[in-house]
């Protein structure tokens, strides 16, 4: 139940707020903040405001309440950016009631500057934090409503006073002196509950998310481990036509020979567009993709199969039934704030940063960010890709020593090549890659255009399984 405009006139009549000077604002969620003041009188005190929930309220917050819920936000919104840049230092010259209403008017002066901070606890979109000039124009606002005209720049429009109280409202029964103190503990006790419950929704989604990723991601790379584990056929193939490659012809289309290892005949299929020894060459090439992309999917397998396990352990431990409530939200907490500063730092990095087995896959979605990878990120003897003949991102794979690339993770990174470029609507597209070292500017080119050399082709559809494992992990690494 929220406060009614009898009980909020209490709550202010018990609050030390005219002569207090406004020393910080805290902004703990989109919801709620602190406002840390200090009186002469009173000495230091916070006042809690939570607006627009189930617990909309405002009291003075105990000292427990404020190392509990004081914290930065992960990245500052704009009504607390405004707050510390405008209103903090300000001294509260009047604090009142707006005509019976769950309307709170606080007139602030900041050395000759005045402002009007508009506490409006009301339910559902009424609900509102607003910062006016002297006359009523609105600067900033915690929560845009144009709708109601309600955004800077615009006139606020007060409700009209009421010309009698409403006796349906009344205050609560007194459980405590202090009626600040009632309504903390209440509230407290009700908003920990329905907190606790949210985070354990938040951190069970998660959790569902991250190993529905890590399953995604092993179901491929055992599909892949299954396809290439026969690799050396390849090769004894090729050891076999090299052996007998005085029988060779240009263009044939199968050959038949003795097979050493069997002592039997084996029927061995050939490219007929393909001079006869060149056949040779493709089956060895053949076998060092195979055998690239079996050993990249056997350490993926070990490493995502330790991943699954660890993650397991990790959320059975965090959603112990066991643990108490309190301690259950402050690891909660740090788990989803953990989140989002990872999210944090991967945004100061141009574009994506796509993990394939072992390699490395760093997208470029536009010319600019295909310009700084280009300039920043690469070296010479990682790989580049691209949609022929079609506008579109960047894609480049980190080279690893002594590692051939697999069929595997070429595919990783032509799908992603096409799906941020104009072929996206087509389904498929005709792609080249090289290595860095044999790109080169154009000149006078539009930003992070590069005329590539010693190109190989693939063309590919998309698939739209692949597609779904590799931006899934990159939204949830």
Same mark, same amino acid.
């Given at each position: 139940?929220?406060?009614?405009?009898?009980?909020?006139?209490?709550?202010?009549?018990?609050?030390?707020?005219? !002569? &207090?000077?406004?020393?910080?604002?805290?902004?703990?969620?989109?919801? &709620?903040?602190?406002?840390?003041?200090?009186?002469?009188?009173?000495?230091?005190?916070?006042?809690?405001?939570? @607006?627009?929930?189930?617990?909309?309220?405002?009291?003075? =917050?105990?000292?427990?309440?404020?190392?509990?819920?004081?914290? *930065?936000?992960?990245?500052?919104?704009?009504?607390?950016?405004?707050?510390?840049?405008?209103?903090?230092? &300000?001294?509260?010259?009047?604090?009142?009631?707006?005509?019976?209403?769950?309307?709170?008017?606080? *007139?602030?002066?900041?050395?000759?500057?005045?402002?009007?901070?508009?506490?409006?606890?009301?339910?559902?979109?009424?609900?509102?934090?607003?910062?006016?000039?002297?006359?009523?124009?609105?600067?900033?606002?915690?929560?845009?409503?144009?709708?109601?005209?309600?955004?800077?720049?615009?006139?606020?429009?007060?409700?009209?006073?009421?010309?009698?109280?409403?006796?349906?409202?009344?205050?609560?029964?007194?459980?405590?002196?202090?009626?600040?103190?009632?309504?903390?503990?209440?509230? !407290?006790?009700?908003?920990?509950?329905?907190?606790?419950?949210?985070?354990?929704?938040?951190?069970?989604?998660?959790?569902?998310?991250?190993?529905?990723?890590?399953?995604?991601?092993?179901?491929?790379?055992?599909?892949?481990?299954?396809?290439?584990?026969?690799?050396?056929?390849?090769?004894?193939?090729?050891?076999?036509?090299?052996?007998?490659?005085?029988?060779?012809?240009?263009?044939?289309?199968?050959?038949?020979?003795?097979?050493?290892?069997?002592?039997?005949?084996?029927?061995?299929?050939?490219?007929?567009?393909?001079?006869?020894?060149?056949?040779?060459?493709?089956?060895?090439?053949?076998?060092? %993709? =195979?055998?690239?992309?079996?050993?990249?999917?056997?350490?993926?397998?070990?490493?995502?199969?330790?991943?699954?396990?660890?993650?397991?352990?990790?959320?059975?431990?965090?959603?112990?039934? @066991?643990?108490?409530?309190?301690?259950?939200?402050?690891?909660?907490?740090?788990?989803?704030?953990?989140?989002?500063?990872?999210?944090?730092?991967? @945004?100061?990095?141009?574009?994506?940063?796509?993990?394939?087995?072992?390699?490395?896959?760093?997208?470029?979605?536009?010319? %600019?960010?295909?310009?700084?990878?280009?300039?920043?990120?690469?070296?010479?003897?990682?790989?580049?890709?691209?949609?022929?003949?079609?506008?579109?991102?960047?894609?480049?794979?980190?080279?690893?020593?002594?590692?051939?690339?697999?069929?595997?993770?070429?595919?990783?990174?032509?799908?992603?090549?096409?799906?941020?470029?104009?072929?996206? *609507?087509?389904? *498929?597209?005709?792609?080249?890659?090289?290595?860095?070292?044999?790109?080169?500017?154009?000149?006078?080119?539009?930003?992070?255009?590069?005329?590539?050399?010693?190109?190989?082709?693939?063309?590919?559809?998309?698939?739209?399984?692949?597609?779904?494992?590799?931006?899934?992990?990159?939204?949830?690494?």
């Amino acid at each position: 139940m929220s406060l009614n405009w009898r009980e909020i006139a209490l709550i202010l009549e018990e609050l030390p707020l005219v !002569g &207090s000077s406004l020393q910080q604002t805290v902004q703990h969620d989109f919801h &709620s903040m602190s406002w840390n003041f200090y009186h002469p009188q009173a000495g230091r005190w916070t006042l809690y405001t939570e @607006l627009g929930t189930p617990f909309s309220r405002l009291h003075l =917050a105990s000292e427990a309440l404020s190392v509990v819920q004081q914290g *930065k936000t992960a990245k500052l919104q704009r009504f607390i950016q405004f707050l510390r840049a405008n209103v903090e230092g &300000s001294k509260v010259l009047e604090a009142s009631q707006i005509s019976h209403d769950r309307l709170v008017r606080l *007139k602030l002066d900041n050395h000759g500057t005045t402002f009007y901070v508009y506490l409006r606890f009301y339910s559902g979109p009424g609900a509102n934090i607003i910062i006016t000039d002297e006359q009523n124009i609105i600067l900033e606002l915690l929560y845009r409503r144009p709708g109601r005209g309600e955004q800077s720049g615009l006139p606020l429009i007060l409700p009209q006073p009421k010309a009698e109280e409403d006796d349906r409202f009344v205050i609560r029964s007194r459980t405590d002196s202090s009626f600040n103190r009632q309504i903390e503990q209440e509230y !407290g006790n009700q908003s920990n509950e329905l907190t606790f419950q949210e985070l354990q929704r938040k951190v069970e989604s998660k959790r569902d998310r991250e190993l529905k990723t890590l399953r995604t991601t092993l179901a491929s790379q055992t599909h892949t481990l299954k396809a290439t584990e026969g690799y050396e056929r390849y090769k004894l193939t090729a050891d076999l036509l090299s052996a007998y490659q005085h029988l060779l012809e240009d263009n044939q289309s199968s050959i038949v020979l003795e097979d050493w290892e069997s002592g039997s005949k084996r029927v061995i299929e050939l490219d007929p567009k393909l001079k006869g020894r060149e056949n040779i060459l493709l089956y060895y090439d053949k076998y060092q %993709k =195979a055998k690239g992309s079996y050993e990249n999917a056997l350490a993926e397998v070990e490493k995502v199969t330790a991943q699954l396990q660890a993650c397991e352990a990790h959320y059975n431990r965090l959603l112990d039934p @066991l643990i108490d409530q309190q301690t259950a939200i402050r690891a909660m907490k740090r788990e989803l704030a953990g989140s989002s500063a990872k999210q944090q730092e991967k @945004l100061q990095t141009p574009g994506l940063t796509i993990q394939s087995g072992q390699f490395t896959l760093l997208v470029g979605r536009n010319a %600019k960010e295909n310009d700084e990878l280009l300039r920043r990120y690469v070296r010479g003897n990682d790989y580049w890709m691209h949609t022929r003949d079609v506008p579109g991102g960047y894609v480049f794979i980190k080279f690893i020593k002594n590692k051939t690339i697999p069929l595997d993770v070429l595919l990783d990174a032509a799908n992603l090549a096409i799906v941020f470029s104009k072929a996206k *609507k087509e389904g *498929k597209a005709d792609l080249y890659y090289t290595q860095v070292k044999h790109l080169r500017r154009a000149k006078g080119g539009k930003t992070g255009l590069v005329l590539p050399t010693q190109e190989k082709n693939l063309r590919v559809a998309l698939d739209e399984t692949r597609l779904a494992r590799l931006l899934l992990e990159d939204d949830n690494a």
